[in-house]
């Protein structure tokens, strides 16, 4: 959002000037600070510890702030953040409307910037993605696909479901593009809110709007295959990520019928079909 965006440019000026830090801004609440280390050793491992605020929903933060190796950093930057969003210009405007400000950063997902294998090189297939999320555009240009650009994608509830679909048909009427992937976000937003009508909605929508049309376009090309998948649980009731199996569905050129009769997280686990690693998917599809 524009707040975000200033709000990032007011971090970058006043907190990390020109030394090892830089953030930058992303769709809604998701935003990036990279850490260079510029020939010194950076001061993070493995055992440098975070926690997603999706996980602590309605607790206290105390016992879930940065810890372990450089987390003195995080928290300083934490901390002083909050001085600066308290006499922010965007966060005065808001209160003034009754709306509710931002308090401070929240740090956490560390990580390094992992070394794929191009999937053309892996696969000989080109590929794209379509998502209005960072981390997945991200993971999507190491691995060497395009990324589209589709108006009105948000990575919410109220993202353009028929504009994704339809991106997804025109990406793949290309002669040079033989693979995209369309990500939602909107489901797993829904789960953390703990709205479960909205959840049901968005399922809805993906069905309706991008897995209906998609594959009544795709099986007037000739030999096509559809996957269906979630990459994690995020159940309402706990508002959270979990682990557990995850269903999937397929169909298309040379796919077998299992003779399951719905598509969901039990009939998954009694399914004779259990691959377990996620990447075993992908050979499995192509």
Same mark, same amino acid.
């Given at each position: 959002?524009?707040?975000?965006?200033?709000?990032? =440019?007011?971090?970058?000026?006043?907190?990390?000037?020109?030394?090892?830090? /830089?953030?930058?801004? $992303?769709?809604?609440?998701?935003?990036?600070?990279?850490?260079?280390?510029?020939? &010194?050793?950076?001061?993070? *491992?493995?055992?440098?510890? #975070? *926690?997603?605020?999706?996980?602590?929903?309605?607790?206290?933060? #105390? $016992?879930?702030?940065?810890?372990?190796? $450089?987390? %003195?950093? !995080?928290?300083?930057?934490?901390?002083? #953040?909050?001085?600066?969003?308290?006499?922010?210009?965007?966060?005065?405007?808001?209160?003034?409307?009754? +709306?509710?400000?931002?308090?401070?950063?929240?740090?956490?997902?560390?990580?390094?910037?992992?070394?794929?294998?191009?999937?053309?090189?892996?696969? /000989?297939?080109?590929?794209?993605?379509? *998502?209005?999320?960072?981390?997945?555009?991200?993971?999507?240009?190491?691995?060497?696909?395009?990324?589209? =650009?589709?108006?009105?994608?948000?990575?919410?509830?109220?993202?353009?479901?028929?504009?994704?679909?339809?991106?997804?048909? /025109?990406?793949?009427?290309?002669?040079?593009? %033989?693979?995209?992937?369309?990500?939602?976000?909107?489901?797993?937003?829904?789960?953390? =809110?703990?709205?479960?009508? =909205?959840?049901?909605?968005?399922?809805?929508?993906?069905?309706?709007?991008?897995? $209906?049309?998609?594959?009544?376009?795709?099986?007037?090309?000739?030999?096509?295959? !559809?996957?269906?998948?979630? %990459?994690?649980?995020?159940?309402?009731?706990?508002? &959270?990520?979990?682990?557990?199996?995850?269903?999937?569905?397929?169909?298309? &050129?040379?796919?077998?019928?299992?003779?399951? /009769?719905?598509?969901?997280?039990?009939?998954?686990?009694?399914?004779?079909?259990?691959?377990?690693?996620?990447? +075993?998917?992908?050979?499995?599809?192509?």
């Amino acid at each position: 959002s524009e707040m975000a965006r200033e709000l990032i =440019e007011l971090l970058q000026r006043d907190l990390c000037g020109d030394s090892h830090w /830089k953030f930058h801004a $992303g769709v809604s609440y998701r935003n990036l600070l990279l850490y260079r280390s510029r020939g &010194t050793t950076a001061p993070f *491992t493995r055992q440098t510890d #975070s *926690t997603p605020p999706h996980d602590i929903t309605d607790q206290p933060i #105390s $016992g879930h702030l940065p810890s372990g190796p $450089g987390s %003195d950093q !995080l928290l300083q930057l934490m901390n002083r #953040s909050r001085d600066l969003f308290a006499t922010a210009s965007c966060n005065r405007e808001r209160i003034a409307h009754g +709306d509710l400000a931002a308090t401070q950063i929240w740090l956490w997902g560390l990580g390094q910037r992992p070394a794929f294998i191009p999937f053309l090189d892996r696969y /000989k297939v080109r590929g794209a993605v379509i *998502t209005a999320v960072d981390l997945l555009r991200g993971i999507g240009r190491l691995l060497g696909w395009e990324v589209v =650009e589709v108006p009105g994608a948000t990575g919410y509830l109220d993202t353009d479901y028929a504009a994704k679909g339809r991106a997804a048909i /025109k990406t793949l009427s290309r002669p040079d593009i %033989d693979f995209v992937v369309v990500h939602v976000e909107a489901t797993d937003e829904a789960s953390h =809110e703990g709205h479960v009508d =909205e959840k049901v909605r968005a399922v809805e929508n993906i069905d309706r709007h991008i897995v $209906g049309p998609l594959h009544t376009w795709l099986k007037q090309q000739g030999d096509y295959r !559809l996957l269906i998948c979630p %990459d994690h649980p995020t159940f309402l009731r706990t508002r &959270t990520h979990s682990h557990g199996y995850c269903p999937f569905a397929m169909c298309g &050129t040379g796919v077998v019928a299992d003779g399951a /009769k719905s598509y969901n997280e039990v009939t998954a686990a009694a399914s004779s079909i259990k691959l377990p690693h996620g990447w +075993d998917l992908m050979s499995r599809l192509l």
